[in-house]
C-alpha cells in the first residue's frame, strides 16, 4: 500500500514482502520498474532471471541475486554465482512518478513538491484535478491528503481514466481517489463540488476555458494551480483568472543535479602522475553506489559538477488564490 | 442541572462529576447522528484508549469555517480544571470562542463559560455527538478525521500573517485582544481582522483598520491592467521629455498634512497628487499606473489578511530573515518533504536547526496523524519556535516529541557514543525549547515583526527584524523530559501528548523495531556525515531521507561516503532552480529579480543492512 490509511498500514510496520505486493525494482538509477509479486513469477532484466519467490519474505530494501544464467554484463560485480542483482523498493509516489506506463507527458517531482506545496494541500483537503493523464501527479496528491481527504481526478479520455483508475487500484488509492470521465473544458467541474474545494489543479490545453468553473468550486482562500508548457497559456490563463481570482503567481522550477565522484588532480608544480582514474567522462554520475566499488582512494578530492544533461523546461505553474466572496461581487 | 441523557442537542454533558488525574484514560466511544461518518470514524478510533493529559494540551481551538460534513467539532475547553465541558459545535458561529452569545437557552447558558484565554490554556479536542450521552475526548491516539481541515476565517488567539503593501512588510500577529499593527505613525487594533476570511484585505480608516470593498482592493495583479488592453501596442508617449529635477510634483508636504488634517482619505491624496503631478499626462500608460501604486502605497496602505500555512512562513522568512531558516527556499522545503515521503501516519525523523520550520511543515503534512520526533545534538535543544507561527491544532501539535540523539542512538545499539556527541554527555536532557501551550503571554500581543521595509517614514520598522526577540520567555517544564533510555523504567505517567516532550517508551520500543518512514536532515550549520552515519541506521528499510545544507561540500562529501558504504541508493544531489514570472498582456518575462540559491538537497534510499538475500 503506497499511501497509508490506517495506522496499521504504515509503511514501517510492514517491511516483508509479500504476494501481491507492489515492489520497485531497482537496477539502476535511471533503470526501475514496478513488479506485481506474484507466486511462481519471474523477472526477467538484463542482469538476469530473478524468480518472485526468492523475494518474498526479504524485507523492502533487500538487495536480491539472479537465479544464474542470466545477468551477463553490469551488476556482476556484486560477486555472487549467480551474477547480476538488483534492489527491491517500497512504493512511493516518488518512485512511482519513475516507473509508471507514460500514457501522456507527466509531471515529475520538482513540479509536482511545488504544487502540492502551493496548493497547501494538508490531510483531510478535497482537491480537483483536470486531466489525469497518467496519475503522476494524482499519486502524490493522494498522499498529502490523506487519510480523510479525497481527489476527484477527471479526464476526457475514457480509456486513459479506465488504465488511470487500475493503476490506483493496484497502488491502493481507491478510497482517496475518483477517477470520473468529463471534458472539464468544456463542462466544467460538476456541479456536487460546488464551493467544496480546497484546491484545484488544471492541466489543459486551454485552461482559460475551466477557471470560470474553477472559481464556483473552490472555497474563498482556496488555490488553483493550472500548468502548461507554453507562456502563450500561460498569458490567457492568467487574464481568465483576474476576475475571480488574486496573488496571481507564475513559476518555473527546475531541478539541477550534480554527479559526485572522487579523483584526484594533477599538481601544478609536481609533474607527476597524481591521477586517479579518468576524469568525469563517462563515469557514473551520482548514482548507485552498490554498483560501484572501485572507488575508495586515499588523498583524492570528492569533485561535484552539474550533471551535463538535464530538462530544460517542463512548464508554468500558475497558481491562484480564489477571493473571498465577501468583497466579490458573485460567486 | 439534567444529566446527559437529556441534552439531545447542544450541550450534551453535565461535567460536573467528572475529574482527571494526571493518567486517567478514558475508552473512546464516538458515535455520532450521521451514519456515514459514524462508521469511519469508528472503524478508526472507536476502541483507542484515550490519554487525557494532567496539563493543558494545545494552544488553539481548531474552528470550522468548512461546510459541515461532520457533526464533530472541537472546541476550546479549559482541562486546567480537571472537568470536562463539551460542546456542540453548532452553537458557535465560525470564528467565535465565547458561548455567550449563543447558547439561547437556559440549559445552555447553565454550562456557558467564559472561556479562558486560548494562549494560556490549551485545548484538548472535543468530538461532539447529537444525542449521545457518551462522549469522546481529547488526543486518542489515532485520531478520528478532524472537524476542521483549514481554518478559512481568522479567530481570535490565532497567528496571522499580515501583508502590508503587497509584499512590503510581512509580519506575523497573534490576534489577542490588544494586539495592534503599526503602520505610519498609526497603531491600530488588530480586532476588526478576528471572524474576518482568510484573504481579505483591509484599509486604513480613521477608525483603524476596515475591510476594503472589491473596487479598493487592487492587488499586483491586476492594478497595472487596467485600462491598458488594447493600448499596449501602439502606445507612442515616452520618457524623452522626463526630467528629474525635483519640481514635478506641486503639492507640498505641508500641503499634504493639510488635506490629512481636513480628512482626506489616502485614496483622495492619491488624487491630488496626479492632478498636481505636472508631468503625469506625459507618463506612459504602464508608469502612470507605477506612480500611482506608488502613491497608493503611501498614502493609502493595504493590509491583507493571510493564513500562516508552511508555504506563507516559508517564503516570508526567507524573504525577511533568511538566515532564521538557513537560507531554505520555500521549493526546497517542499522537496524535502515530498522526497521523504511524508504524509499521513509517517514516524517522521528530523533533524531541525532551521528554527522549527521543518518540523512544523511536516506536522502540518501529517495532520495529527504518526509523529514528528526531532532530535538534538547534546543537552541544548534546538529552537523550534516558528512552529508557534503555524495554527498547528493541539492534536498536531501533540505529535511532536524531542529526543537527544544520544538516546535515539543508545535505542539502536545500547553503549553506543553518537558521532556527532563530542562534548554533550550522554543522555542528559534538556529543558523543552518549546512548549506552546504556555507560549502565550501578553508578549504574544506585539507583533512578532519581520518588516523590513523600504518606506521606513512610512512603516514601523523597529520592531527586531527576528521574530523570535519577541516571544515570550519558556515557562520551564514541571516534569524534566522524559529519558528515554532507560525504556521500561518510564511509567506511562511520563507518556506525554505536548510537543517538546519526549516520546512514550513504548513509542521508542516501536521505534526501535521498526524504525522511522522518514529522515530529514536540516542542519545548514552542522557537518552532515555523522549525523546520517548515526541516523540512517535508525531508519525502517527502504524509507527515504532528504538532507538539506546551504553548502554543497559536506552534502558532496556525505554523498560519497554514501555510495562508498553502500548503505543507501538512489542517491541524487540536487538544487532546485525557481524562477517567477511577470505575467500581464504583452509583458510578460521573468522577474527582474530572482533569488539565485535555495539550498542543496542530498537524498536516497536506505538499503536493507544484510543486504544481500542471495539465492542458493
Same mark, same amino acid.
Given at each position: 500500500m503506497m499511501v497509508p490509511l490506517d495506522p496499521s498500514d504504515k509503511l514501517t510496520s510492514r517491511r516483508f514482502i509479500a504476494e501481491g505486493d507492489t515492489v520497485v525494482v531497482y537496477e539502476r538509477h535511471d533503470a526501475m520498474r514496478a513488479v506485481a509479486v506474484r507466486a511462481g513469477g519471474v523477472l526477467q532484466n538484463r542482469f538476469g532471471v530473478f524468480r518472485h519467490d526468492d523475494w518474498i519474505g526479504c524485507p523492502f530494501g533487500s538487495k536480491v541475486f539472479s537465479t544464474g544464467g542470466g545477468g551477463v554484463k553490469g551488476g556482476g560485480k556484486g560477486g555472487k554465482a549467480g551474477g547480476g542483482f538488483v534492489h527491491l523498493l517500497a512504493p512511493t509516489p516518488e518512485l512511482w512518478t519513475l516507473v509508471l506506463s507514460h500514457r501522456t507527458q507527466i509531471l515529475y517531482i520538482a513540479d509536482i513538491s511545488l504544487v502540492v506545496a502551493y496548493l497547501e494541500l494538508v490531510p483531510g483537503c478535497v482537491v480537483l484535478e483536470s486531466g489525469?493523464?497518467?496519475g503522476s501527479l494524482t499519486t502524490s496528491l493522494a498522499r498529502a491528503v490523506a487519510p480523510h481527504g479525497h481527489v476527484h481526478t477527471f479526464d476526457f479520455h475514457e480509456q486513459r481514466a479506465a488504465s488511470a483508475r487500475e493503476d490506483f487500484e493496484k497502488n491502493g488509492l481507491s478510497s482517496l481517489i475518483t477517477v470520473n470521465v468529463r471534458d472539464i473544458q468544456g463542462e466544467g467541474f460538476p456541479e456536487e463540488h460546488h464551493g467544496a474545494a480546497d484546491a484545484v489543479f488544471l492541466d489543459l490545453p486551454q485552461p482559460w476555458l475551466a477557471i470560470p468553473s474553477v472559481g464556483l468550486m473552490l472555497k474563498q482562500d482556496g488555490v488553483l494551480c493550472s500548468f502548461s508548457p507554453c507562456i502563450e497559456q500561460v498569458q490567457r490563463a492568467c487574464e481568465a483568472m483576474r476576475t475571480h481570482f488574486t496573488d496571481i503567481r507564475t513559476f518555473e522550477i527546475l531541478l539541477r543535479t550534480y554527479e559526485v565522484r572522487d579523483g584526484a588532480l594533477k599538481s601544478a608544480t609536481a609533474d607527476e602522475e597524481a591521477t586517479v582514474g579518468p576524469l568525469p567522462q563517462k563515469r557514473r554520475k551520482f548514482t548507485a553506489p552498490g554498483e560501484n566499488t572501485d572507488c575508495t582512494q586515499k588523498n583524492s578530492y570528492v569533485l561535484v559538477r552539474p550533471c551535463s544533461t538535464a530538462r530544460g523546461h517542463t512548464g508554468y505553474l500558475t497558481f491562484a488564490r480564489r477571493l473571498v466572496y465577501d468583497s466579490q461581487t458573485e460567486s | 442541572m439534567s444529566g446527559p441523557q437529556q441534552w439531545r442537542a447542544g450541550l450534551v454533558w453535565n461535567p460536573a462529576e467528572l475529574r482527571f488525574s494526571s493518567r486517567s484514560s478514558l475508552r473512546f466511544s464516538s458515535c455520532s447522528s450521521r451514519p456515514r461518518s459514524l462508521s469511519r470514524r469508528h472503524s478508526s478510533a472507536r476502541h483507542s484508549d484515550l490519554a487525557i493529559p494532567s496539563r493543558p494540551l494545545g494552544r488553539r481551538p481548531a474552528l470550522s469555517?468548512? /461546510? /459541515?460534513?461532520?457533526r464533530s467539532g472541537r472546541l476550546p475547553c479549559p482541562l486546567s480544571t480537571g472537568v470536562l465541558h463539551l460542546f456542540h459545535q453548532r452553537l458557535l458561529p465560525r470564528g467565535r470562542r465565547s458561548l455567550h452569545h449563543h447558547t439561547g437557552s437556559s440549559r445552555a447558558a447553565s454550562v456557558a463559560l467564559p472561556l479562558p484565554d486560548p494562549l494560556t490554556t490549551g485545548y484538548p479536542q472535543v468530538l461532539v455527538c447529537q444525542g449521545y450521552p457518551q462522549l469522546a475526548v481529547a488526543a486518542p491516539m489515532d485520531p478520528p478525521p478532524p472537524a476542521v481541515v483549514i481554518p478559512r476565517e481568522a479567530w481570535e488567539g490565532c497567528s496571522v500573517l499580515l501583508d502590508i503593501n503587497d509584499g512590503d512588510r510581512l509580519a506575523f500577529f497573534r490576534l489577542t485582544p490588544g494586539a495592534t499593527v503599526k503602520i505610519g505613525n498609526k497603531t491600530c487594533s488588530l480586532q476588526p481582522l478576528v471572524g474576518r476570511p482568510f484573504g481579505s484585505v483591509f484599509c486604513l480608516s480613521a477608525d483603524g483598520l476596515v475591510p476594503c470593498t472589491a473596487a479598493d482592493a487592487p492587488s499586483r495583479d491586476d492594478s497595472i491592467r487596467d485600462g491598458t488592453n488594447g493600448q499596449t501596442l501602439d502606445e507612442?508617449?515616452? +520618457?524623452?521629455?522626463?526630467?528629474?529635477? +525635483?519640481?514635478? #510634483? +506641486?503639492?507640498s508636504s505641508d500641503d499634504i498634512e493639510a488635506m490629512k488634517r481636513d480628512g482626506a482619505t489616502g485614496d483622495e491624496i492619491v488624487e491630488a497628487l496626479i492632478a498636481n503631478s505636472s508631468t503625469f499626462g506625459n507618463k506612459t500608460v504602464f508608469s502612470q499606473e507605477k506612480y500611482k501604486l506608488k502613491k497608493q502605497k503611501k498614502y493609502a496602505p493595504k493590509v491583507l489578511l493571510r493564513r500562516p500555512s508552511s508555504r506563507s512562513i516559508c517564503e516570508t522568512y526567507f524573504k525577511k530573515n533568511p538566515a532564521r531558516i538557513g537560507f531554505m527556499r520555500v521549493d526546497t522545503l517542499s522537496l524535502l518533504l515530498s522526497i521523504a515521503n511524508i504524509g499521513a501516519y509517517s514516524d517522521v525523523l528530523v533533524v531541525d536547526m532551521v528554527g522549527g520550520l521543518v518540523v512544523g511543515a511536516v506536522a502540518e503534512r501529517l495532520g495529527g496523524t504518526g509523529y514528528v520526533c526531532s532530535t538534538y545534538v547534546g543537552s541544548v535543544l534546538s529552537s523550534?519556535?516558528?512552529?508557534?507561527m503555524f495554527n498547528l491544532s493541539s492534536n498536531m501539535v501533540s505529535r511532536i516529541v524531542q529526543v537527544p540523539l544520544s538516546d535515539l542512538c543508545s535505542m539502536q545499539s545500547p553503549g553506543n557514543t553518537p558521532a556527532v556527541l563530542n562534548g554533550g554527555s550522554e543522555g542528559e536532557v534538556g529543558e523543552p525549547v518549546i512548549a506552546p501551550d504556555e507560549s502565550a503571554q501578553v508578549s504574544q500581543a506585539q507583533p512578532v515583526d519581520t518588516a523590513v521595509s523600504d518606506e521606513k517614514a512610512q512603516l514601523?520598522?523597529? #520592531? /527586531?527584524?527576528?521574530?523570535?526577540?519577541?516571544?515570550p520567555s519558556l515557562v520551564k517544564d514541571e516534569n524534566p523530559q522524559l529519558d528515554c533510555k532507560g525504556g521500561d523504567g518510564n511509567s506511562n505517567a511520563s507518556k506525554s501528548t505536548k510537543s517538546g516532550k519526549g516520546p512514550s517508551p513504548e513509542k521508542m520500543q516501536y521505534w526501535k523495531e521498526h524504525g522511522f518512514s522518514s529522515l530529514i536532515v536540516a542542519a545548514p550549520g552542522h557537518e552532515v556525515e555523522s549525523f546520517v552515519a548515526d541516523l540512517l541506521p535508525l531508519l525502517s528499510y527502504s524509507a527515504p531521507f532528504a538532507i538539506y545544507h546551504q553548502y554543497i561540500e559536506p552534502l558532496a562529501k556525505c554523498m560519497h561516503s554514501l555510495q562508498v558504504s553502500k548503505q543507501a541508493i538512489g542517491l541524487q544531489l540536487s538544487e532546485p532552480w525557481l524562477r517567477e514570472y511577470q505575467v500581464l498582456p504583452s509583458r510578460t518575462h521573468p522577474h527582474m529579480q530572482m533569488n539565485a540559491f535555495g539550498g542543496y538537497i542530498l537524498s536516497g534510499i536506505r538499503l536493507c543492512d544484510s543486504g544481500e538475500v542471495s539465492y542458493q
Open positions: 489525469t493523464g497518467s | 469555517s468548512s /461546510p /459541515p460534513a461532520t507612442t508617449r515616452d +520618457n524623452r521629455s522626463l526630467v528629474d529635477n +525635483n519640481t514635478a #510634483q +506641486n503639492l523550534i519556535d516558528i512552529i508557534r514601523s520598522i523597529d #520592531q /527586531p527584524t527576528d521574530m523570535e526577540v519577541s516571544e
